[in-house]
């Protein structure tokens, strides 16, 4: 063979090579015209065993040919694999375009529970007076749960159906009265704290008991305190809680950790009912000046402080500030009752 023929097989190699190019849309037509030119058997490789049959002296212009030929067709497919490429991640990107005009999709994020937003309200409230906020233990002894509070042991509240008994001494406790004793023995006078928490009881449950709920004590301990000063403070969360047109009273009661001992009131002051609550006076908590027993018990003399305590159920405020009838309702997460608050 000589090498103008070779050129001229190139040549028609090369044609061929453009338009079998120009057909190739995809990457399997793509890999279909590698092998077809490129493969063991293909066109190029063909020319390449031709190179035998030249003389010596021509094989490196013949080499020079071929190599220019591979190198185009080498070159020519990875450009349109690239191009291929591209196009396929254009459309791709097309189909993934996001409108930025379309509404986002809604995920419901949960909320404060309202037992929760009673407790923080309430804590704000007190905060505001100068009151700090304290917290003690679920599981009590007896000694803080009673007998600190001058319960004694055969007092009708020691009954074990009222108390969940952990083991030997140990209770769940049955009020949030214990952190006062607590708090009192890691301060000094003056003390100002309230302390919410849950509470445990052995009831029986329905609409108005059930067997764990939350309380909020107060405890204010200074030199010179009066009932007059409980009442103004009581008065001042009725009104920071309820509502200015809200007002309060004192009825008498008994409890053992404080003496003389009240229960606290509330009604509308137009004396009719709003909105959802009713007309008539409404407990919503036990207070009272601090007993000297309970004070002695803490090693404060009762001589020089004076003190007052007060109790009152976090569901009851729930309960009365957003007309709820169960106090079941709290603690069983039903989202269709959560939803609400
Ligand atoms: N600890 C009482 C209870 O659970 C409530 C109570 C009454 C708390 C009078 C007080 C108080 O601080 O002074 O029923």
């Not at 015209?33 to 035998?52: E, I």
């Not at 450009?79 to 591209?86: D, G, V």
């Not at 001058?150 to 007092?155: G, L, V």
Request: aromatic content about 10%; proline content about 6%; overall charge negative.
């Amino acid at each position: 063979m000589a090498l103008d023929e070779l050129q001229g097989e190139v040549d028609k190699v090369r044609l061929e090579w453009e338009e079998a190019l120009a057909s190739a849309g995809d990457p399997e037509s793509l890999e279909n015209l590698r092998v077809r030119f490129l493969g063991r058997k293909g066109k190029v490789s063909a020319l390449m065993n031709r190179m035998k049959e030249l003389e010596p002296h021509q094989r490196a212009e013949a080499g020079k040919l071929l190599n220019s030929l591979k190198q185009q067709v080498t070159d020519d497919l990875q450009k349109l694999q690239q191009a291929l490429e591209r196009e396929a991640a254009e459309q791709r990107f097309a189909q993934e375009s996001y409108d930025l005009s379309l509404p986002g999709v809604w995920r419901p994020v949960g909320h404060v529970h309202p037992l929760t937003q009673v407790r923080l309200e309430l804590e704000e409230i007190f905060l505001r007076l100068g009151f700090d906020v304290a917290a003690g233990p679920e599981v009590e002894t007896e000694y803080y749960n009673f007998d600190a509070l001058n319960i004694p042991a055969e007092h009708p509240a020691r009954d074990e159906w009222d108390s969940f008994y952990v083991e030997g001494d140990l209770l769940l406790r049955t009020h949030t009265s214990p952190v006062q004793i607590r708090e009192m023995r890691k301060r000094r006078p003056p003390v100002r704290i309230v302390c919410p928490g849950r509470c445990y009881r052995r009831e029986n449950p329905d609409a108005t008991h059930a067997q764990v709920f939350h309380q909020l004590e107060l405890l204010w301990v200074e030199e010179g305190l009066t009932m007059a000063h409980l009442k103004w403070i009581i008065d001042e969360f009725v009104t920071a809680f309820f509502g200015a047109d809200y007002e309060m009273r004192f009825a008498a009661d008994y409890f053992p950790f404080t003496e003389p001992s009240a229960q606290v009131h509330i009604r509308p002051r137009s004396g009719g009912a709003t909105g959802r609550h009713h007309a008539g006076w409404l407990e919503i908590g036990g207070a009272g000046m601090v007993d000297p027993k309970v004070l002695e018990e803490v090693e404060y003399n009762p001589e020089q402080y004076t003190g007052f305590a007060f109790g009152l159920g976090l569901e009851r405020m729930a309960m009365l500030r957003w007309g709820i009838e169960d106090i079941r309702l709290f603690l069983q997460n039903d989202p269709r009752f959560l939803r609400q608050f």
